[in-house]
């Protein structure tokens, strides 16, 4: 009789086993591995949040001096004091409305073990709000001018409004000065060459036909050339580090078109304008002195542009020219009253249109969207933390 087959031997099982505690070694090592690769890092950000970011910084920088001066004034110069904390609120209202602090909820990096600098012993006077005030205002209309982020766009030109009317009324309680205040020019349209030679007299057309071919055709031109950019890449946005002026960027550049100007918007900002000079002047006909002086200043400048609106447009004195003889106007009020009521309406007219045109052709928007909010506070209206935005105005 054969014997039964011998068991396996106990060595086949030890080598099993010991392959098993190999790849649980291995499995735990990769785990290792993984748990010891490098936190994540905060996003990179691009352009549009880098300026955002800035003028976050820029808002809380000049709420904080605003405070730190308030503090230094100790309770003296009442009304020096509410004029600063009224500009501390807006400032912190209008870094919230342009999404605070940015926070990627990661962890901030460890100390290194370098002291961090100590704050100077200086106390904050109020011609340090007016600068940071300044500065602020230069960065946020510049950036308003050129950033690609339409929305954002006319958030930073009405913020960078506000700031300016802030730092007028700060400066007016200390011995300090402000660069002089931005003076906008609608500028001239560009007139392409087959525009001009269109204007040519055809030997085979009557006088009449010339006429309503170059009327036609002068308005058509002009309007092609407001055209929406094309798909092309913007042309970057200011370095943070740049300076930039408080008032009007520093260039040499004439003002351009706005690009993206459409044949309504112009129509609109004619008659707002030719409405506004009507408005003004037939007031000041009732008046006497100053005040008449004053409102028949504002009215000639609201005429003049007008007209220089209907030239970009192509339609002065054109069956298509939108200004009237006569428009109707408010009955009652002081001048006072007036002049608001028509200096927010195109304030709200021109913040919109910094949201629709492209970037780097804006600039002259901002500007008069600047000019109109200085002009209300300098007709008595309440300052405001986003001028030109009607929707902010009721929170």
């Not at 098993?20 to 010891?36: D, I, K, N, Q």
């Not at 002086?293 to 400048?301: F, G, I, K, S, W």
């Not at 447009?313 to 939108?322: I, L, N, V």
């Amino acid at each position: 009789m054969e014997p039964h087959p011998a068991p396996a031997p106990v060595r086949r099982r030890r080598h099993r086993a010991a392959v098993a505690g190999v790849l649980v070694a291995v499995l735990l090592s990769g785990c290792g591995l993984r748990l010891e690769t490098p936190p994540p890092a905060e996003p990179v950000p691009d352009s549009v949040e880098i300026v955002r970011r800035t003028a976050v910084s820029d808002a809380l920088y000049v709420a904080e001096q605003a405070e730190s001066a308030v503090e230094a004034l100790d309770g003296d110069r009442a009304r020096l004091t509410t004029e600063l904390e009224r500009v501390a609120t807006q400032s912190r209202e209008q870094a919230a409305e342009l999404g605070g602090v940015y926070d990627s909820g990661l962890e901030p990096e460890s100390n290194d073990g370098t002291p961090e600098a100590s704050p100077s012993e200086a106390p904050v006077v109020p011609q340090d709000v007016v600068d940071a005030l300044v500065d602020a205002s230069g960065r946020s209309r510049t950036a308003a001018g050129t950033t690609t982020d339409g929305p954002l766009a006319r958030l930073l030109a009405s913020v960078g409004a506000a700031q300016a009317v802030s730092a007028g009324r700060v400066v007016a309680y200390t011995d300090g000065t402000l660069p002089a205040p931005v003076a906008p020019v609608v500028p001239e349209p560009a007139v392409a060459d087959d525009a001009a030679a269109s204007d040519e007299p055809d030997d085979e057309g009557t006088d009449e036909d010339t006429d309503d071919d170059a009327s036609d055709g002068g308005a058509a031109s002009a309007l092609s050339l407001l055209a929406a950019p094309s798909e092309e890449e913007p042309t970057p946005t200011p370095s943070v580090e740049e300076g930039v002026s408080s008032t009007v960027p520093d260039s040499d550049e004439p003002a351009v078109v706005p690009r993206g100007l459409t044949a309504g918007d112009l129509r609109t900002l004619i008659e707002s304008e030719d409405a506004a000079g009507y408005a003004l002047r037939l007031r000041a006909a009732r008046t006497s002195g100053e005040t008449r002086d004053r409102l028949t200043e504002r009215a000639d400048v609201h005429t003049s542009r007008g007209q220089a609106w209907a030239l970009v447009a192509g339609t002065s004195r054109t069956e298509q020219d939108p200004r009237q003889v006569a428009y109707t106007v408010p009955r009652g009020g002081r001048p006072a009253a007036l002049v608001r009521t028509v200096e927010s309406g195109l304030a709200t007219d021109y913040a919109s249109l910094v949201a629709t045109t492209a970037p780097e052709t804006r600039a002259v928007l901002v500007d008069l969207l600047v000019e109109s909010a200085v002009t209300l506070d300098a007709w008595g209206a309440e300052p405001v933390a986003f001028p030109g935005l009607p929707e902010q105005q009721d929170d």
